[in-house]
T-cell receptor, first 117, second 116 residues
Framework: NAGVMQNPRHLVRRRGQEARLRCSPM?????VYWYRQLPEEGLKFMVY????????ESGMPKERFSAEFPKEGPSILRIQQVVRGDSAAYFC???????????????FGQGTRLTVV | AQSVAQPEDQVNVAEGNPLTVKCTYS??????LFWYVQYPNRGLQFLLK??????LVKGSYGFEAEFNKSQTSFHLKKPSALVSDSALYFC??????????????FGTGTRLQVTL
């Protein structure tokens, strides 16, 4: 089992460009979480998705940020018109479906470090 | 709303001494509790969890944590610290009452520094 795969590991974007971050959950997992970590800070919840559904997006900025988890393929976190303040490490985590999602630990990817120049 | 507090930004311990990293939580119902560790430029690694049963939970690398419902705490402990334990530690909670819609909420993290 390859674990949670995030790519790219490092991403550099100029202000105003778009950033696309990808997350492939562990095999058999259908729940995906995205978190943002600013330097020297903790993890901030952004969005919780199940296949084709957004369950909780209470941590997502109202503008420029969107996330999806299609029936096929990885989950995508998309940031439009990036600004310097978007520079951070973005982590994806996954957990199995159903009741197992509650008492099973989430497994994290290595993260994507976004730098906006 | 659920929340986690880690009151110490940093904990300093000498190698061989016991360590404690504090965590308190707030949920409307019953909690599932987790500890993760993060090494520099890496993702989070799972250490241990409390779901139900024995209040003392043992996890990876000799770590353990004690669930205290009355104090709403889940402190991480290790009897004898190693320099290699130096890392960033995160406590997390999930509210059982919210069902499968419940997200995992993290504390702000505690940096553990173990010195010779």
């Amino acid at each position: 089992n390859a674990g949670v795969m995030q790519n790219p590991r490092h991403l550099v974007r100029r202000r105003g460009q778009e950033a696309r971050l990808r997350c492939s959950p562990m095999k058999g997992h259908s729940h995906v979480y995205w978190y943002r970590q600013l330097p020297e800070e903790g993890l901030k919840f952004m969005v919780y998705l199940q296949k084709e559904n957004i369950i909780d997006e209470s941590g997502m900025p109202k503008e420029r940020f969107s996330a999806e988890f299609p029936k096929e393929g990885p989950s995508i976190l998309r940031i439009q018109q990036v600004v310097r303040g978007d520079s951070a490490a973005y982590f994806c985590a996954s957990s199995p479906p159903g009741a197992g999602a509650m008492n099973t630990e989430a497994f994290f990817g290595q993260g994507t470090r976004l730098t906006v120049v | 709303a659920q929340s986690v507090a880690q009151p110490e930004d940093q904990v300093n311990v000498a190698e061989g001494n016991p360590l404690t990293v504090k965590c308190t939580y707030s949920v409307s119902g019953n909690p599932y509790l987790f500890w993760y560790v993060q090494y520099p430029n890496r993702g989070l690694q799972f250490l241990l969890k409390y779901i139900t049963g024995d209040n003392l939970v043992k996890g990876s690398y000799g770590f353990e944590a004690e669930f205290n419902k009355s104090q709403t705490s889940f402190h991480l402990k290790k009897p004898s610290a190693l320099v290699s334990d130096s890392a960033l530690y995160f406590c997390a909670v999930r509210d059982i009452g919210a069902g499968t819609a419940s997200k995992l909420t993290f504390g702000t993290g505690t940096r553990l520094q173990v010195t010779l």
